[in-house]
C-alpha cells in the first residue's frame, strides 16, 4: 500500500479549512500546512489536524508557494489539496481503494474535479480531469536501443475519484491583483498565463478589470515574439476593451484581424453584435450574434459560443417586432444553457 503527503497552501481560510481537513484525515499519512500570512484563525484550526505546520512569506508565486510545500513531504505520493475542496464518502472510499492497489510505475493520478462553475473564473466545464496525485521521487530511465534518451514523459492514470470544488465565494478579485502584481513588477506573464488572465477576463471579469488589463495585451499584440495563439487571445480582450470605451477605430482594426482568421473567435463576433446592438442597429447586430453562435468558435468562454448570443438575437429580434423569432431564439438559448 502507498503512503501519502497531503500538501496545502492555505491563507485566511478558517470558515472552510476543517472541512476539507476532516475529507482528507482518512487518506492521509501526513498532513502538510503552509501558511502565507493568516490573520484569522487558521493555524490554530490546522494544528487540530497536523504538526507541520509551515510559514511562507506570500511573493505573489502560488508555485513557489507549492514548491516549498512539496519540499516537506516525506511520503510515496503527494495529494495537492485546497482548502475549499471536499471528499464524499463514496470517493474517500474510492481513495482508500486506489491506494491499496496503485502500481508502483503511476507517477501521477487525475482526478475529475467538479463543480467548477459555481464560483468559475477560469473554467469552461464543470467536470474534468485535474493532476492531483503525484509520485515523490520520480525515477528516470534511458529508453531506445539507439539514440537513446532519457525517458521523460509521465505515466499517469485517470482514476474515477471526484474532487468537489466548493469555494465560499468568487476568487476572481484575488486573481486579477495578482496578474496586476505580476505585470507592475515587470514579469512577463508565459503563453499559458496570457490564455489564463485573457479566460478569466472574459468568464468573471468587469469592465474595470477589462479596461486595467487592455496595456498589457495591446503589447501582447506589439510582441513578435509571443505565438498567434496569444495573439488570439489578446486580440478578443482588445476588442471588449475598446466596445467598452467607445474606441471603434481600434474595435474595427482587431476585430477585422480576429475576422479574418480561418478560425475566428465568437467572442470577437460577440462584442461587434453588441455594438451595434448599443447603437440601435438591431438588424446588424443579429448577423454578428448569429455569426458567435454558429459560425464561430469560442476561444475563452463557451457561452459566447452558445447561450449568450442566442440570448442577445432573441433580444434583437423582440426589437425589431418579430416576436416569433425571439422566442425562437430564447428557448434556444434556455436549452444550451441547461447542457
Known amino acids: 500500500m502507498i503512503t501519502i503527503s497531503v500538501c496545502m497552501i492555505v491563507r485566511n481560510e478558517e470558515a472552510i479549512l476543517a472541512r476539507c481537513l476532516d475529507c482528507i484525515k482518512g487518506i492521509a499519512d501526513e498532513i502538510i500546512i503552509v501558511d502565507t500570512g493568516s490573520t484569522d484563525q487558521t493555524k490554530e484550526i490546522a494544528k487540530k489536524y497536523t504538526d507541520k505546520i509551515y510559514d511562507f512569506k506570500w511573493i505573489h508565486d502560488f508555485a513557489a508557494a507549492r514548491n516549498f510545500s512539496f519540499s516537506k513531504a516525506t511520503k510515496d505520493y503527494i495529494y495537492v489539496a485546497d482548502a475549499d475542496e471536499m471528499i464524499d464518502k463514496e470517493n474517500i472510499e474510492r481513495f482508500q481503494g486506489l491506494k491499496q492497489v496503485l502500481l508502483p510505475e503511476i507517477e501521477i493520478v487525475q482526478m475529475l474535479y467538479t463543480n467548477q462553475l459555481e464560483f468559475g473564473t477560469t473554467y469552461n466545464y464543470d467536470s474534468e480531469y485535474r493532476p492531483k496525485l503525484y509520485k515523490r521521487i520520480r525515477t528516470f530511465q534511458w529508453v531506445d536501443q539507439i539514440h537513446e534518451t532519457v525517458e521523460i514523459n509521465p505515466v499517469i492514470y485517470d482514476s474515477d475519484i471526484e474532487i468537489i470544488h466548493k469555494p465560499s465565494e468568487n476568487h476572481a478579485g484575488r486573481d486579477f491583483r495578482t496578474f496586476l502584481t505580476l505585470l507592475e513588477k515587470g514579469e512577463r506573464l508565459s503563453k499559458k498565463l496570457v490564455n489564463m488572465y485573457a479566460k478569466e477576463l472574459f468568464i468573471a471579469g468587469s469592465d474595470k478589470d477589462f479596461i486595467e488589463a487592455k496595456e498589457f495585451f495591446l503589447n501582447v499584440l506589439e510582441d513578435d515574439e509571443r505565438t498567434m495563439d496569444e495573439k488570439k487571445d489578446a486580440q478578443c480582450v482588445v476588442c471588449k476593451c475598446c466596445r467598452i470605451q467607445d474606441d471603434i477605430h481600434n474595435l474595427l482594426k482587431n476585430s477585422i484581424k480576429g475576422i479574418a482568421d480561418k478560425n475566428p473567435s465568437s467572442e470577437i463576433c460577440y462584442e461587434l453584435g453588441e455594438y451595434f446592438y448599443e447603437m440601435k442597429d438591431y438588424k446588424e447586430a443579429t448577423i454578428w450574434f448569429y455569426n458567435a453562435a454558429y459560425e464561430a468558435g469560442s476561444s475563452l468562454n463557451i457561452h ?33 444553457s441547461v447542457k
Open 304 to 336: 459566447y459560443g452558445g447561450d449568450y448570443p442566442l440570448k442577445r438575437l432573441s433580444d434583437c429580434y423582440r426589437k425589431i417586432g418579430d416576436e416569433e423569432q425571439a422566442k425562437i431564439y430564447e428557448e434556444l438559448a434556455k436549452e444550451w
